[in-house]
């Protein structure tokens, strides 16, 4: 007797529900699930990732800026703001400054920025780090004591460095 497939077979399997029993079966229970538990794996990994792009640029941007205050800090007395917010434009880019003067006043594109809590702590001597929130943005904040007894703080957005972790990621 010669092998032949029954006629009515390859259309029993299209009409037939044929993806209905294929997700019955074994077989393609255990694909269904492989194939979400890869995907699940897969965003949860991109979720994860990205986080961990998001806070290690804002710890570099934090970093940098730190690095910008305690440089200018050591600089030679600018003579006036005009000419420290000239050396801070062409040396830091996006970065705003504030300058704490010896009496405690705070002058500056950034002086909104800084708070009674962060003019006392400079003029004690002491650096200032953290993150401010005032009109609805969030801006680093970073300031360091100079020699002559006043403070330079630099102010860089968080939504700047955001923008540059979605252009990396």
Known sequence: ???QSHPNLPRSRILGGGMNAWFRSLRGRITLVTVSVTVLAVLITGAVSVQLVRQSTISQGRAQLAAQAQLLSRLPAATNLTSL???VRLALGDSRVAVVAADGRVSGPS???VTAADVSTLLAGQPVSQTESRRGRTMLV???PTGSGTA???VRS????ETTTASTV
């Open 1 to 3: 007797r010669s092998r």
């Open 85 to 87: 917010r000239e050396r």
């Open 111 to 113: 002086a909104a920025f």
């Open 142 to 144: 970073e300031g360091r």
């Open 152 to 154: 330079i703080v630099l």
């Open 158 to 161: 968080l939504g700047n460095l």
